[in-house]
């Protein structure tokens, strides 16, 4: 089976059971969301987590809780009403999805490489793996700092809503706190499998759509070579212009479904770089404004940020949770062959002696988290290499008097190339590149915050 298929009929099946939809483009029975059943099930779902992400909203803006909860309360009241908005952006374009899904099937399809797809897969596989580990690795000390509440006299909290409040500890009281963390979890996996990891896996496949793409305009310049080193120029000129054409088709169809990827995932890759940027601020403003010192653990392999302060376990949403991005992402190297980013070392040092390489490493966890930018980087890095392989297509071999009533080959190579050297970028909200000077300029941008707020409390 086609790995593209494989993937994108795996993520359809699995998105169909978290009540997301039928996204896949051939109609099944055993998918069928316009079943009543189905329909209660998605909205009873989706109605449980917009009811809790309320509770989460009036607990930040009417809640009287300590000072720790109260701060809870707003990051997840923010980072969830993010979440919502990303599952109701993708759902909205569920149609778009579905052509998306078969024309991400069909282009290059006939010139894929087995190994190239083995290679995709793994990519894949890594990344939604590591993604998957570090959100539930992170929820999981959410739920640990509950126990240890619990056992030291207080309540068991994790999700903080407007009911139950801080001094209720009956037992109607405890049990909503236990559902509202059942929620939770159920709403992480909901956005891993329809959103996040979903947006991820297109961009990969997309890329390694250009890939596919370079290794055809690199076997068609062997073609070539082969036929004019056997003095079959006539022959090798034909091949060339009719692989040319069908290239520049190939291409075409490529941009192409950009545009359709920009409108289905857009609203997504925007969030996730405000949600990026909103994680550090928040965490940065934080830390300029504590008095007390503080110790940054960084452990492998994520990115499970603690903040060790008196006798309490502090694990910021904002950063662990809903709002974090691929940690370990493919990038290509010069033989094609990805390798993944990890952060391998325990990193200690106290923010009091050396803020500001606080402030760089956690600016550069963001990095890593920010898929929106970096996943748009690799795009824009195999797009711009097709160029190259297009200009060392063998054209200047083939001078043969066939093309004299065509377009000479000369003219579709500039063609060619002009096309494949216009930047590829995905857009936020149809304005900002997501690109790595986007994340720069967000970087100097907080910095700039978190300076003004630490020279003040200092």
Not at 23 to 43: A, G, H, M, P, V
Not at 282 to 299: G, M, P, R, Y
Not at 382 to 404: M, R
Not at 418 to 443: D, H, N
Request: charged share 20%; hydrophobic share 45%.
């Amino acid at each position: 089976m086609n790995k593209n298929h494989y993937i994108l009929k795996t993520y359809c099946d699995k998105i169909f059971l978290v009540g997301s939809g039928n996204f896949w483009y051939q109609k099944t029975e055993s998918r069928n969301d316009k079943t009543l059943l189905y329909k209660i099930y998605s909205c009873v779902l989706f109605f449980t987590y917009g009811f809790m992400t309320v509770l989460e909203i009036m607990a930040a803006m009417m809640g009287d809780f300590p000072e720790d909860e109260k701060r809870d309360s707003v990051t997840f009241a923010t980072s969830h009403t993010v979440v919502m908005i990303k599952f109701i952006s993708i759902i909205k374009n569920k149609e778009l999805l579905k052509t998306l899904n078969r024309k991400m099937m069909m282009i290059c399809e006939a010139h894929e490489e087995q190994t190239l797809m083995d290679e995709m897969y793994r990519t894949v596989k890594i990344n939604v793996v590591a993604y998957c580990v570090a959100v539930y690795g992170s929820a999981t000390f959410y739920v640990f700092e509950g126990l240890r509440k619990f056992y030291n006299g207080s309540h068991f909290v994790t999700i903080v809503t407007y009911y139950p409040s801080n001094d209720d500890d009956t037992l109607a009281a405890t049990i909503v706190r236990i559902a509202t963390t059942l929620v939770l979890l159920m709403m992480l996996l909901t956005m891993i499998i329809s959103v996040d990891t979903y947006t991820m896996a297109y961009l990969i496949m997309y890329k390694y759509k250009f890939i596919t793409l370079r290794h055809y305009f690199k076997r068609l310049r062997e073609n070539v070579d082969e036929l004019v080193a056997a003095g079959k120029a006539r022959l090798a000129a034909e091949k060339l212009a009719q692989g040319l054409v069908e290239g520049i088709k190939m291409h075409n169809e490529l941009l192409s479904l950009s545009k359709d990827i920009h409108k289905a995932f857009g609203t997504v890759m925007a969030l996730q770089l405000c949600q990026s940027s909103g994680s550090a601020v928040s965490l940065l403003l934080q830390i300029a404004v504590s008095n007390t010192i503080v110790t940054l653990v960084f452990t492998c392999p994520r990115l499970f940020l603690l903040i060790f302060q008196r006798d309490s376990v502090i694990c910021l949403e904002n950063v662990n949770v809903v709002s974090l991005e691929i940690f370990a992402c493919a990038i290509e190297t010069g033989k094609n062959a990805p390798f993944v980013i990890y952060i391998n070392v325990i990193f200690c040092f106290s923010l009091s002696k050396d803020i500001h390489k606080a402030f760089g490493t956690v600016m550069a966890l963001q990095l890593c988290q920010s898929s929106g930018s970096a996943v748009s980087l690799l795009l824009q890095i195999a797009a711009s290499l097709l160029s190259d392989e297009i200009f060392y297509c063998g054209w200047h071999k083939c001078n043969s008097p066939v093309l004299s009533t065509q377009r000479n080959i000369r003219d579709i190579v500039l063609i060619a190339i002009l096309r494949a050297q216009s930047p590829l970028v995905m857009k936020a909200f149809k304005m900002v590149e997501l690109t790595y000077a986007t994340f720069i300029l967000v970087v100097r941008s907080t910095y700039s915050v978190f300076a003004l707020f630490y020279a003040q409390n200092k």
